[in-house]
Nanobody, 124 residues
Framework: QVQLVESGGGLVQAGGSLRLACAAS????????MGWFRQAPGAEREFVAG????????SYADSVKGRFTISRDNAKNTVYLQMNSLKPEDTAVYYC?????????????????WGQGTQVTVSS
């Protein structure tokens, strides 16, 4: 069982930045591809970004391309989401997810492990 714990959420003004972190409780973190998803009020959870096991391959939702950057530090068992130029429509609960396997997955049902989520609120 892998536990994922997100941190770094908060309230920020439009145009600002936040960096989310997700710490994994596993010694085999490098065996897992990781992803970030988000769920806004009244909406379904959606894919935001994903990174492969070694960090060499990434994927982003069109809505965040050029503004968000996903990265990972396998030595620290942590995946990050750097969010710049934030917009009010980025307001959501952000979830970290992990799955064993190659490549980057954009479909949430493929992921095996989920964090509890962290709230990001962007004010206009």
């Amino acid at each position: 069982q892998v536990q994922l714990v997100e941190s770094g959420g908060g309230l920020v003004q439009a145009g600002g930045s936040l960096r989310l972190a997700c710490a994994a409780s596993t010694r085999s973190f490098s065996s897992y591809s990781m992803g970030w998803f988000r769920q806004a009020p009244g909406a379904e959870r959606e894919f935001v970004a994903g990174v492969s096991r070694g960090g060499g391959t990434t994927s982003y939702a069109d809505s965040v391309k050029g503004r968000f950057t996903i990265s990972r530090d396998n030595a620290k068992n942590t995946v990050y989401l750097q969010m710049n130029s934030l917009k009010p429509e980025d307001t959501a609960v952000y979830y970290c997810a992990g799955r064993s396997g190659l490549g980057v997955a954009t479909t949430q049902r493929i992921y095996d492990y989920w964090g509890q989520g962290t709230q990001v609120t962007v004010s206009s």
